[in-house]
């Protein structure tokens, strides 16, 4: 059972254009949101946060939209940058004693072309 | 501040053999989890320790096990070793102040033969 997923296995970008990466979840307990970047053999770096009382968060280039209603949240990037190429995970935490423990997405390819 | 740091990097080990690995948080960050990503399954959390407690725990059989010290470095052992242990694995940190944003290790490469 797939608690949270990411549906676009991969995504291409024209840099300077918006990436747009989406995560569906189905588990109504889970509070916080996250979004990570992960370049092959390395771990995940983390790059936004939202909680469930929030409906955007913003941080640089990053922002990150949450629609409760549709259980549903979007990273946006602009403008993108060929650095940015990485794989992104969403991920989500159902808060209380459960804050260590992320279920996280199956992550999306986004590639970034100069 | 320093990052989390695992020891070793990349390990390779032989079926039935057991295996630690070894996690130092960063700095001031009490909360240690593990997570496992292979190809197939993606990543998958393993256990999380608090002040040398198991506070949650995945879907993994009792083979995987961990601990905490006092220090809350965290290491976590894989007995009796099988070909689908072969992953990479991550430990993550988070302070007292923000719990649930979680900051990552490089992670050990384990490869079983």
């Known amino acids: 059972d797939q608690q949270v997923k990411q549906n676009s296995p991969s995504l291409s970008v024209q840099e300077g254009r918006i990436s747009i990466l989406n995560c569906d979840y189905t588990?109504?307990?889970?509070?916080?949101f996250l979004w990570y970047k992960k370049y092959p053999a390395e771990g995940p770096t983390f790059l936004i946060s939202i909680s469930s009382i929030k409906d955007k968060n913003e941080d640089g280039r990053f922002t990150v939209f949450l629609n409760k209603s549709a259980k549903h949240l979007s990273l946006h990037i602009v403008p993108s940058q060929p650095g940015d190429s990485a794989v992104y995970f969403c991920a989500a935490s159902d808060g209380g004693t459960s804050y260590g423990k992320l279920t996280f997405g199956q992550g999306t390819i986004l590639t970034v072309h100069p | 501040k320093a990052g989390v740091t695992q020891t070793p990097r990349y390990l390779i080990k032989t079926r039935g053999q057991q295996v630690t690995l070894s996690c130092s948080p960063i700095s001031g960050h009490r909360s240690v989890s593990w997570y496992q990503q292979t190809p197939g399954q993606g990543l998958q959390f393993l256990f999380e320790?608090?002040?040398?407690?198991?506070?949650n725990k995945g879907n993994f059989p009792g083979r995987f096990s961990g601990r905490q010290f006092s220090n809350s470095r965290s290491e976590m052992n894989v007995s009796t070793l099988e070909l689908g242990d072969s992953a990479l694995y991550l430990c993550?940190?988070?302070?007292?102040?923000?719990?649930?944003?979680?900051?990552f290790g490089p992670g050990t490469r384990l490869t079983v033969t």
């Open positions: 993550a940190s988070s302070s007292d102040r923000v719990l649930y944003e979680q900051y």
């Open positions: 320790y608090f002040s040398e407690t198991q506070r």
């Open positions: 588990n109504s307990m889970f509070d916080y």
